[in-house]
């Protein structure tokens, strides 16, 4: 079992900054690729970004690329997202996923830890 908290969600103008963390704990970090979702009000729970263990490779939804990046310290079983450039529809509650395989994910189904979620609001 995997348990996943976010933090760093918040209230931030338009074309601000947030950095996202995401701690694990439970069973190893070791060989979770990890990804970030999130979720506006109304709408599905949509793919944000993916990074692979150990790190290597990441991959980004159209609308996070150039403004998002994902990494991770494996040493503080520790996920983050950056985010720049912030527009008010990235307005949202953002959630971090384990996934116990070492690829990269696009698919909220291929995860199998979540954690609670953390509200990002960006204002115009």
């Known amino acids: 079992q995997v348990q996943l908290v976010e933090s760093g969600g918040g209230l931030v103008q338009a074309g601000g900054s947030l950095r996202l963390s995401c701690a694990a704990s439970g069973r190893t970090f070791d060989r979770y690729a990890m990804g970030w979702f999130r979720q506006a009000p109304g709408k599905e729970r949509e793919f944000v970004a993916s990074?692979?263990?150990?790190?290597?490779?990441?991959y980004y939804a159209d609308s996070a690329k150039g403004r998002f990046t994902i990494s991770r310290d494996n040493v503080k079983n520790t996920v983050y997202l950056q985010m720049n450039s912030l527009r008010p529809e990235d307005t949202a509650v953002y959630y971090c996923a384990a996934r116990s395989t070492r690829s990269v994910a696009l698919s909220p189904a291929n995860y199998d830890y979540w954690g609670q979620g953390t509200q990002v609001t960006v204002s115009s």
């Open positions: 990074i692979d263990w150990p790190g290597d490779i990441t």
